[in-house]
């Protein structure tokens, strides 16, 4: 077993690079973390904050879900589309039933 020392050489010489952007989509997303654990809401509104790919990783569905369950993962993913531009297709009701019941 290596000592306390050798341990803290082999960190203290670790070579350690940051990236800004993903720095800063982990610092949002623990933020939102933070404030949903406190039972607040996320600071800041993440779907201002947060691209559209940000909206739509696991961690931050997941946090949309336990804050509000499935019409807050519903509306985050509304967020990530208009942050995209797309325009979902409207679908009648009937074509929707044909599709359903063979």
Do not use: W
Not at 17 to 24: A, I, L, N, V
Not at 53 to 78: I, K, N, P, Y
Not at 82 to 91: G, Q, V
């Amino acid at each position: 077993m290596r000592s306390l020392r050798e341990i803290k050489k082999s960190i203290s010489h670790a070579r350690v690079e940051s990236k800004p952007r993903t720095d800063q989509a982990v610092l949002r997303h623990l933020l939102a973390e933070l404030a949903t654990i406190a039972g607040d809401a996320p600071l800041p509104r993440e779907s201002e904050a947060l691209s559209a790919a940000d909206l739509l990783t696991v961690g931050c569905l997941s946090a949309a879900f336990r804050r509000g369950g499935l019409e807050a993962v519903e509306r985050q993913c509304e967020a990530a589309a208009r942050k995209l531009d797309l325009r979902p297709e409207k679908i009648p009701v009937m074509e929707l039933i044909r599709e359903y019941n063979p």
